[in-house]
């Protein structure tokens, strides 16, 4: 069954970059929401993902370009190495194409936690709660930020669970909600950014894959399927200019099965 979800074309002032070697995500996004696909978050669901925009350069060394798509903090691809842009076009177009597909659909699991992890690995439990094992991914819901994206479960004790990464900023609180999910999808994509070029070169584009860039587990990223989730994308131009510009005009996420 084909089933469009969302066909975004208009272009909020958050969808353009400019000026900045930060990386920044664009305001379009499209929201995953499992539960309610044809027939509930199921192994082997699949969607179409595409973006559409357009990039202006420097006149000289415009430096390079790269992509990320996420899912919630999840980085599921990027652009690895970063693409070189040309020098001294306007508006060229470029297009990025990919597939998300429900690997596996696993299972959530949540606690609260009885003492603050300030720092280190270890968060504490008045009893771990059950069904939490070693690979599962880790989110605190009441403090997003504190534990790192891609974070995942090393081992428990009957109180306590180690993680792969230290807590930052203030660390997890007293009564704070982790959750443990253990959920796998796939994603591939690839684009082009069309050179804007004349002559012998005309209509030649520049090619890039996306890549998983390591935080997943034998090509699959580790997400939590059973509650909604923001596919977002962002940019990075490698130097600060005000020629340089990335514009997303168009975000297009289509069930295809």
Known sequence: MHMLWLADNTVPAGNQIANTSVETGFASIVPILWANTDSGPNAGRSFKIEAYGTVSTAASTPGTISFKFKLGSAVLHATVPAIQLPAGVANAGWTIKGYLQIATTG????????????????????????????????????????????????????????????????????????????????????????KAETGANQGTPIMFDLINPGTGIAGMIGVNTQSAANLSMAAQFSVASAANVVTLTQLVCEEIG
């Open 107 to 194: 299972t959530s699991v949540y606690g609260v936690t009885n003492a603050a992890t300030a720092s280190g690995t270890t968060l504490n439990f008045a009893s771990t709660p059950a069904g939490v094992v070693a690979g599962m991914l880790v989110k605190d819901s009441t403090a997003p930020s504190v534990i790192p994206a891609g974070t995942t479960v090393t081992s428990t004790t009957s109180t306590t669970v180690t993680l792969s990464q230290a807590v930052s900023g203030t660390g997890a609180g007293v009564g704070d909600t982790i959750v443990f999910s253990s959920g796998k999808v796939m994603f591939q994509a690839e684009g082009f950014i069309n």
